[in-house]
Every structure is written in C-alpha cells, then in structure tokens.
Nanobody
Framework: QVHVVESGGGSVQAGESRRLSCIVS????????MGWFRQAPGKEREGVSC????????AYADSVKGRFNISRDNDASTLYLQMDSLGPEDTAMYYC???????????????????YGQGTQVTVSS
C-alpha cells in the first residue's frame, strides 16, 4: 500500500520561509516523478512544482519561480519544497503527489498524478 505523508506546514509571516517534506513508502521512489500542488479555499488545485525521477529536471508555476525550490532524496524516499519570500497568496493546503515515470521531464497538471497525500496547511499572514 502506498503512503504519501506531507509535513512542515504552519503559520508564517509574509517574507518568511518554510520547508515542506514528503515521505513516500510502498513504491520504488526513484521510479516516480514527484510534484507539489496546492489548493486554496474556493479555488482549484494547481501545480506548484515538479521534479523528475532522478532530480535532474524541475518545473515551476510562474507564481513561485525564483522563490520556491523543489528537491528530492531518493535514498530517503523524500521530497522537499523550500519556500522563500512567502506571501499571503501562497496560503493553501499543499499536497505531495507521485506518478510512475522514468522520463526526462515532469508535468504540473494535478490530474497527471496517481498518489496524493493528505496535505499540509501553509498560512501566510501579512
């Protein structure tokens, strides 16, 4: 059984940083591309960032480019999202997700992903 567990959320002030983590079990982690997604109240889930199976290819939503950094540790089956210069617009539930892929790239559409965690809330106050 696949388990995807996010952690690291919380309440921060605008301009501060936060690092999210996601531990995955029940699958061969380096057979999967990974992504971070977020959903604010009343809005659709959106792709924030993704990374290919080897960590050599990443992609970001325009709204987070230059502020967020995605990385992975395949030995630890863990995905990370370093979030800097946070603003109130980043307030959302953040989800980690996996899709089986050994391709060069990765994709941001949330519907491309198979396994999702329960999410971790990030709240940014001004």
């Amino acid at each position: 059984q696949v388990h995807v567990v996010e952690s690291g959320g919380g309440s921060v002030q605008a301009g501060e940083s936060r690092r999210l983590s996601c531990i995955v079990s029940g699958l061969t982690f380096d057979d999967y591309a990974m992504g971070w997604f977020r959903q604010a109240p009343g809005k659709e889930r959106e792709g924030v960032s993704c990374i290919n199976w080897s960590g050599t290819w990443t992609a970001y939503a325009d709204s987070v480019k230059g502020r967020f950094n995605i990385s992975r540790d395949n030995d630890a089956s863990t995905l990370y999202l370093q979030m800097d210069s946070l603003g109130p617009e980043d307030t959302a539930m953040y989800y980690c997700a996996a899709v089986e892929s050994n391709g060069l790239g990765c994709h941001l559409p949330p519907t491309d992903y198979t396994y999702y965690g329960q999410g971790t809330q990030v709240t940014v106050s001004s």
